[in-house]
Nanobody, 116 residues
Framework: QVQLVESGGGLVQPGGSLRLSCAASRSIFSFDLMGWYRQAPEKERELVALITEGSGTIYANSVKGRFTISRDNAKNTMYLQMNSLEPEDTAIYYC??????????WGQGTQVTVSS
């Protein structure tokens, strides 16, 4: 079993930045696909960004050029750097990691609110 703990959410003004972290309770060296998802009120959960074992990345069109996903295997941690934040980015952000045998693990979520 793997526990994921997210941190870094909060309240930020439009145009501001936040960095989310997702720390795993064990080594993620062998984990292949990881990603960040978000769910706004009364909306379905949507993909924000993915990163592969080889650090290839995929982004939702709405965040391209503003968000950057990364991973640090030595620290068992994945990150999401969010710049130029917009009110439409307000949501609960969840991290997900695919471990061995394709078992998926989710974090508990962290609230991001973009408002003046």
């Amino acid at each position: 079993q793997v526990q994921l703990v997210e941190s870094g959410g909060g309240l930020v003004q439009p145009g501001g930045s936040l960095r989310l972290s997702c720390a795993a309770s064990r080594s993620i060296f062998s984990f292949d696909l990881m990603g960040w998802y978000r769910q706004a009120p009364e909306k379905e959960r949507e993909l924000v960004a993915l990163i592969t074992e080889g650090s290839g990345t995929i982004y939702a069109n709405s965040v391209k050029g503003r968000f950057t996903i990364s991973r640090d295997n030595a620290k068992n941690t994945m990150y999401l750097q969010m710049n130029s934040l917009e009110p439409e980015d307000t949501a609960i952000y969840y991290c997900k990691m695919n471990g061995p045998r394709a078992v998926a693990y989710w974090g508990q979520g962290t609230q991001v609110t973009v408002s003046s």
